[in-house]
């Protein structure tokens, strides 16, 4: 089992950034993929990106590309989501996913940290 605690989110205006922070824990989680997901109030939740540990590889969704970067410091087991020119849309809560790259499968998630846009 992987252990994770998102933090960093809160209030930004539009155009601004934040930077969320996922500590993980477990013994393998090393080896697997960590991920980041959204859920706006009314809609499901939704992929954002994704980093395999091992090799660095990265994905992001489509609408997110060049706004937002994912990033990892393995020596500290976190993951980072940089948000960059963030807009109303972007209001919801961000969750942390651990799972497996070549499957795209997470099973252990974090509890969400909120993150609200001003207009």
């Known amino acids: 089992q992987v252990q994770l605690v998102e933090s960093g989110g809160g209030l930004v205006q539009t155009g601004g950034s934040l930077t969320l922070t996922c500590a993980a824990s477990?013994?393998?989680?090393?080896?697997?993929?960590m991920a980041w997901f959204r859920q706006a109030p009314g809609k499901e939740r939704e992929f954002l990106s994704a980093i395999d540990w091992s090799s660095g590889s990265t994905i992001y969704k489509d609408s997110v590309k060049g706004r937002f970067t994912i990033a990892e410091n393995s020596a500290q087991n976190t993951v980072y989501l940089q948000l960059n020119s963030l807009k109303p849309g972007d209001k919801a809560v961000y969750y942390c996913?651990?799972?497996?790259?070549?499957?795209?499968?997470?099973?252990?998630w974090g509890q969400g940290t909120q993150v609200t846009v001003s207009s």
């Open positions: 996913a651990s799972g497996w790259w070549s499957t795209r499968a997470y099973d252990s």
């Open positions: 477990g013994r393998t989680v090393n080896s697997r993929a």
